[in-house]
């Protein structure tokens, strides 16, 4: 189970999508001059976003990505995720329509 989440938060460049959604906060609070419960819904939202498209990314570099040494240990290279469990763990963020 751990080597799984490990797996995953290779795939969705963790601390890279983590910053990213730091800077968001930090936008938002200069934006609003404050800080508020509001904050939660643009973080979270920039950080699935984020995460989903480092593993998009990731999908579409693949077979450029086995054969450079640097990359072949990647999570979809190694083959230790596989291309449409990956999509369907990314379907989560694409957009819906609203009611």
Do not use: H, W
């Not at 963790?14 to 419960?37: E, P």
């Not at 596989?82 to 999509?87: G, Y």
Request: with cysteine; hydrophobic share 45%.
């Amino acid at each position: 189970m751990l080597d799984k989440i490990k797996l995953i938060l290779e795939l969705v460049k963790f601390r890279i999508t983590i910053a990213v959604m730091i800077t968001t906060a930090f936008g938002y609070v200069l934006a609003k001059n404050s800080i508020d419960i509001d904050i939660m819904l643009p973080c979270l939202g920039i950080f699935m976003l984020a995460c989903s498209s480092a593993a998009i990314n990731q999908i579409q570099e693949r077979d450029i990505d086995a054969m450079m040494a640097r990359t072949k240990n990647r999570p979809i290279p190694s083959e230790k995720l596989s291309v449409p469990r990956i999509k369907k763990l990314c379907q989560n963020t694409k957009e819906k329509p609203m009611n």
